[in-house]
Every structure is written in structure tokens, then in C-alpha cells.
Nanobody, 115 residues
Framework: QVQLVESGGGLVQAGGSLRLSCVAS????????MGWYRQAPGKQRELAAV???????DYADSVKGRFTISRDNAKNTVYLQMNSLKPGDTAVYYC?????????WGQGTQVTVSS
């Protein structure tokens, strides 16, 4: 059974950094895109960053220049380096993995940025 396990969330002061990790396991293969989405209280889930199997990346305008997404294909892992964090970045961050057959979501990890 495919599982996505996220880690790296927590509480940080404004201006600080966090690095999120998401490991996909359980027989997952032929991964296409991997991405991070986030959902703040009372708001819809939104894309933060995505990376394709070829390494192309895309970011939400609100995080460009501050967040960096990367992946290790050998480890089926995607990372999100978050710098210069702002209180507006506070949300539950979800990992999403797209294969040629299915879409998988992680359970989410809380990121809280204090002012």
C-alpha cells in the first residue's frame, strides 16, 4: 500500500527557515510530478510548489524567491526548503505525488510562523 510520510513541520519565527520532506513508499513507481500544497484555516488548499520528473519547477507567486522544491528520485522523496518565512505561510502542508496511474496525498504537516 502506497504511503506518503511528511516531516519537518513545526513552529518558527518570522524570517526563519524550515525544510519539509516527503517520502513515498509501498511499491510506488513511475512517479511523474511531486508537489507541495498548503491549506490555511478557513481557506482552500492551494499549490505551493511542484516539480516534474524532468526537474521543471513551478511556484505560487506568494512563495517565489523564498521556497525551493527539489526531489531525490532514487529515494522517492520530495523536499521543500522554506526560507524567509512569514506569518502568512502558516498552514498545513500536504505532499502530493502523481504517477501515471494514480494520485496520492500525504497526511499533512503543520507549519506555524509566529510574528
Amino acid at each position: 500500500q502506497v504511503q506518503l510520510v511528511e516531516s519537518g513541520g513545526g513552529l518558527v519565527q518570522a524570517g526563519g527557515s524550515l525544510r519539509l520532506s516527503c517520502v513515498a513508499s509501498g511499491g510506488i513507481f513511475a512517479i511523474n510530478a511531486m508537489g507541495w500544497y498548503r491549506q490555511a484555516p478557513g481557506k482552500q488548499r492551494e499549490l505551493a510548489a511542484v516539480i516534474t520528473s524532468g526537474g521543471m519547477t513551478d511556484y505560487a507567486d506568494s512563495v517565489k524567491g523564498r521556497f525551493t522544491i527539489s526531489r531525490d528520485n532514487a529515494k522517492n522523496t520530495v523536499y521543500l526548503q522554506m526560507n524567509s518565512l512569514k506569518p502568512g505561510d502558516t498552514a498545513v502542508y500536504y505532499c502530493k505525488v502523481v504517477t501515471y496511474r494514480s494520485v496520492y496525498w500525504g497526511q499533512g504537516t503543520q507549519v506555524t510562523v509566529s510574528s
